[in-house]
């Protein structure tokens, strides 16, 4: 079946600091969206993408639709301790309908104050 | 600013019970979709829903489940005899139409089968 893989797994950083996380996979995806959960909660949509190249913004994120289709990353700057959560990309593939969205497994975010 | 409801946000239950999870998407959404999360693991698509029926489904979602719209406003899914691993958070999400595939999650029912 179809899946995504997301790097790093985790990360532990310091408050202030940049950071930088991608989501891969092996066939070619027409949306990519990157979400937030909070523990217990849902998640939440950051950033929606779908075009190849595209670069959005929402206040200190940033991420891009990878070129190749089969990729994106997401940036945080200037992390604060509310950014802590974990992070996960999704997306819909050309392989199934436009209806189903694929969640990779996340990218665990700690901040250190 | 709309927001998916659910309850509700903890279901306790007996192994072989039914249970019913009900959810409210944002009023003016089209499409709707039930996900569960394992402790710990990703989140798994179930099924989508748009005009009163099941537009897809995952192999997750068996003969033990079922969804149903009954009204204007709730959006429900029925495990019908629930099993152990059936323990996950179940989220409803809802997109608003055809032209974006951003999907807005509620918080959540967590369901412990016993």
């Known amino acids: 079946g179809q899946q995504l893989n997301q790097s790093p797994q985790s990360m532990f950083i310091q408050e202030g600091e940049d950071v930088s996380m991608n989501c891969t996979s092996s066939s070619i995806f027409n949306t990519w969206l990157w979400y937030k959960q909070d523990p217990g909660e849902g998640p939440v949509l950051l950033i929606a993408?779908?075009?190849?190249?595209e670069l959005t913004s929402n206040g200190r994120l940033t991420a891009q639709f990878g070129i190749t289709r089969k990729d994106s990353f997401l940036n945080i700057s200037a992390s604060i301790p509310s950014d802590v959560g974990i992070y996960f990309c999704?997306?819909?593939?050309?392989?199934?309908?436009?209806?189903?969205?694929?969640f990779g497994p996340g990218t665990s975010l700690s901040v250190i104050p | 600013e709309p927001e998916v409801t659910q309850t509700p946000s903890h279901q306790v239950t007996q192994m072989g019970q039914e249970v019913i999870l009900r959810c409210v998407p944002i009023?003016?959404?089209?499409?709707f979709y039930w996900y569960r999360q394992i402790l710990g693991q990703k989140v798994e698509f179930l099924v989508s829903f748009y005009n009163n029926e099941i537009s897809e489904k995952s192999e997750i979602f068996d003969d033990q489940f079922s969804v149903e719209r009954p009204d204007g406003s709730n959006f429900t899914l029925k495990i019908r005899s629930t099993k152990l691993e059936d323990s996950a958070m179940y989220f409803c999400?809802?997109?608003?139409?055809?032209?974006?595939?951003?999907?807005?999650f509620g918080p959540g029912t967590r369901l412990t089968v016993l």
């Open positions: 999704a997306g819909q593939s050309t392989k199934t309908s436009y209806d189903k969205v694929i």
């Open positions: 993408l779908y075009k190849a190249g």
């Open positions: 009023s003016n959404h089209l499409y």
């Open positions: 999400a809802s997109r608003p139409g055809q032209f974006t595939n951003e999907q807005f």
